[in-house]
């Protein structure tokens, strides 16, 4: 008898996953075959530069961070001290669990959950789906939270597209409604307890208390220990999520880690900013140029994002 395999929708919806996320080492083996030459902008100096911004592929731009590892990696094998030890300990931690979510994934992931949103209508007539998120793109911390749900609503079928709600005074209470907040990813449990919280504010503040019971959190990838409602907050203890969090892709767990207290190792090139990353990579190499053993910055390290 053949194994019954779940769609992404019904992981999704029954296990708050749809799909495992690839390693950066897989993501960067099949470049041959899908060569991302969607065009970036990176600096290889640092965020602060103010010059030699280049342009490269999204492709060109992953294999340099996949160098820039293998050679830091093997140029720290004989260095002593506490700080090359953490710089090792965070580069192992990235060959092992780093993902990087690209424009295919990124492209995949919204679409998929879109049709995660699709089918809960499709199966519950009167719900809708009301979501979450800053109303203009107009500061750092804006930018990215806003352009995710918008992108994930855009690829909702048009005959569906009127009950997923984006204006918080149209949100609509019925038995089967959602309130969903959407993120990429989030890097601890007072992270998502934060987006609860406003969230909730919206809907208490347009008269709509009832939804505060129906709120779940979607993102495009997460660790497996911050999907349902326990949330790792690496810092202290877990945080209770007061509803259910979701993810399209699941990576690695998040566990502590030198230069990273948070443990989330994931980066993108649409998000407004990623200093997750930025920071201990930089850190890795100021180590190596002060051993006088410089490499250039990986050029997925330093992006040239929307409000820089």
Known sequence: MSEHILSDEQTFWTHNYAQQA??????????AEQPRDNLLI?????????HDWITCTEGDAMRSLATFISEASALLKSAGGRRAQDAQEFLRAMQKRFFFLGTPE?????????SNWEQHLETCPDSVINVYGPSEPTTQRAHSYNKVPLDIVECVSPALRERVITNPA?????????????DDWVISGATASRIASNAIFNALGHGKAALTKQLELHLLAAA???LGTQLV?????????PGTVRSYFVTAPAERIAMNHWGMLVSGAHSST???????????????KDQGQPLELPRLTYLQRSYR
């Open 42 to 50: 990176s600096s290889p100096l640092d965020i602060n530069s103010e």
């Open 106 to 114: 990124y492209k995949q992931s919204c679409q998929g959950i879109a």
């Open 233 to 241: 907050h690496l810092h202290s203890r877990e945080q209770v999520f």
């Open 274 to 288: 990623d200093y997750a990353l930025e920071m201990p990579i930089g850190h890795v190499r100021t180590l190596l």
């Open 22 to 31: 690839p390693r950066f080492d897989e993501q960067v083996a099949s470049l």
């Open 170 to 182: 149209d949100w609509q209470t019925t038995e089967h409604a959602k309130l969903v907040a959407v």
């Open 224 to 226: 497996p220990n911050q």
